[in-house]
């Protein structure tokens, strides 16, 4: 039977670490989006203290105006003035009790509301570490979706619906931060772009002489040389008497003479072993670029052959009961690994119910530590997520009798369904789901075998970014609200599909929400049985 054209399509397919914060507010938009609402309280109380400001303000400058027209006439005839026995009990009244009444008015701090108020507020704020968390993100997302600086700075990115950019201070501060990573190929992206800025004409508070002097020293580190004399020379025609520079610029010139003198034994058969390491060095594609290419849907390794044998079709789940008379859309995703998606399998109310269960309980998401087979924090998986049982709501429950009733699997020795909130640059690097050999206490205290099956939920669409990839097979998921995929970690056999390592990628633009269930061994020993060959 033919799906509507909507559907019915073979889906082709088609993390960089960096150091967790106190409350890793950038790994959840959950959690930003509580920022959002504390920096519009603080506004809110801002412009209550200005009105009290300009309010008190409007007294003093009606006091001044009332004694400039006062004393303008006293002073004319100040004799005749205080021969008016009113005006002589009037300037004692003013002086012995107004005026003092005024200061107090003058030194009356009208502050109060609002420093109580961030103080408050403030045990909530991102520190120094979330400040650089979510810089790394923007640098992650940079190199994986292979954005120049200039686009990124002018918010020039896919999708988005409320269009940002970056000042040269907010450059300034981006370069200064990969600065003290040792991140000189950074530093120098954004130093110079922030140069840029400047030299276009853009007010700002961001010092040339600063950003020359974090620049011509990354170039230096990069091995640029005469770049970094080009920019120490710059440096110094702001600022001839710059220490730093003025030492930077007789090193520089001593080792450029040094570098002079040892090329002149530089050999032709040097340049063409120069050209052989280039060639080897394309033809070798290691794990990260391949992860970053398929990131941005590049490099599917899916043949015309292959894309014929991928359908769609209505599945009822093996001649399931619940499923026989309305039956669920299936299309295969990828051919080996077996990775095949359902659609419209969940509501928009059950993810709605699913998030707000979820939201109280977000967290650093965790993995397993193969060493100690305990969950731990780690650099390479950045998001939020919470865990939630079958009995703490039908809607759960549900979701996890539909995940048995359409994979033929037993849910009762699975883990909870994980919910996981992806935040600026939230990411997932390449990574199995099953234990291998070489971590055989991975999954030790549940004692339920190893991960034989993952059901991927897809809780939201993503404006841009965000797929699930296989590096080794070439394969592309992207993410689609109200469906999910679905795919075994191990051949019946039990041992573990290599093929099946895969990656979560950064979120470009927009906020994915996901949920899993990872299925065990145990208890799948008749509805899976094992076979004699170990790759089957």
């Known amino acids: ?98 005026w003092g009444e005024l200061e107090n008015l003058v030194l009356k701090d009208m502050s109060d509301g609002f420093i109580s108020n961030m103080t408050i507020q403030r045990q909530f704020f991102p520190n120094d570490e979330d400040q650089t968390g979510a810089a790394k ?138 050209k052989e390491t280039e060639v080897k060095k394309k033809d070798y594609l290691p794990e990260r670029r391949k992860y970053e290419m398929l990131c941005r849907g590049e490099g599917l390794k899916m043949t015309p052959r292959r894309q014929k044998r991928l359908f769609c079709r209505y599945y009822d789940g093996n001649r399931n009961p619940r499923y026989i008379l309305g039956p669920v859309k299936q299309e295969d995703e990828w051919d080996k690994p077996r990775i095949v998606r359902f659609l419209d399998i969940i509501s928009d109310e059950e993810i709605e119910t699913v998030k707000e269960l979820a939201k109280p309980r977000l967290s650093r998401a965790t993995v397993h530590d193969p060493e100690t087979g305990k969950l731990t924090t780690a650099h390479y998986r950045v998001s939020k997520s919470a865990w939630l049982s079958g009995y703490e709501s039908p809607v759960v429950s549900r979701i996890n009798t539909r995940i ?21 640059g939230g990411q997932y690097e390449p990574h199995f789901d099953f234990g291998r050999k070489d971590e055989p206490d991975a999954f030790k205290e549940l004692g339920t075998g190893n991960r034989i099956a993952t059901w991927l939920f897809y809780m939201s669409d993503v404006s841009a970014g965000g797929a699930t990839v296989f590096p080794e097979v070439g394969a592309s998921v992207w993410p689609r609200k109200g469906t999910a995929v679905f795919w075994y970690n191990l051949f019946p056999s039990g041992e573990g599909d290599y093929s099946t390592r895969h990656a979560a990628c950064p979120v470009l633009v927009g906020n994915k929400w996901v949920s899993n269930k990872w299925l065990h061994e145990r208890g799948q020993e008749f509805r899976r049985p094992c076979t004699l060959s170990e790759l089957e």
């Not at 010092?207 to 990069?222: E, G, H, R, T």
């Not at 048995?404 to 600026?424: K, R």
């Open 1 to 98: 039977m033919a799906f509507p054209k909507i559907w019915c399509i073979a889906a082709l397919g088609f993390l960089l670490p960096f150091s967790s914060a106190h409350t890793d507010f950038f790994t959840s938009i959950g959690h930003m989006t509580d920022l959002i609402n504390t920096e519009k309280d603080l506004v809110i109380s801002l412009k209550d203290y200005i009105k009290a400001e300009e309010s008190k303000l409007e007294q003093i400058k009606k006091w001044a105006e009332k004694l400039d027209k006062l004393t303008d006439t006293a002073t004319k005839d100040p004799e005749g003035f205080l021969g008016h026995p009113v005006n002589a009990f009037k300037l004692m009244k003013r002086l012995n009790t107004e």
């Open 404 to 424: 048995q009733d359409l994979t033929g699997l037993d849910v009762s020795t699975a883990e909870e369904l994980q919910v996981a909130n992806y935040g600026v």
């Open 137 to 274: 993100a923007l640098l992650r997302l940079q190199d994986t979706y292979n954005l120049d600086t200039d686009t990124l700075s002018r918010g020039n990115l896919p999708g988005v619906k409320h269009k940002s950019f970056l000042t040269a201070e907010d450059c300034f501060e981006l370069g200064k931060i990969a600065y003290t990573e040792a991140d000189y190929y950074h530093t120098e992206l954004w130093m110079e772009q922030a140069l840029k800025q400047l030299d276009e004409g853009e007010v700002s508070s961001a010092d040339k002489v600063y950003i020359l002097d974090y620049l011509s020293y990354a170039v230096y580190q990069q091995g640029d040389l005469s770049k970094a004399v080009m920019l120490t020379k710059r440096l110094l025609e702001l600022d001839p008497e710059h220490q730093r520079a003025n030492g930077n610029m007789k090193y520089f010139e001593y080792i450029m003479a040094k570098e002079k003198e040892a090329n002149k034994s530089s050999t032709e058969s040097e340049d063409q072993a120069e």
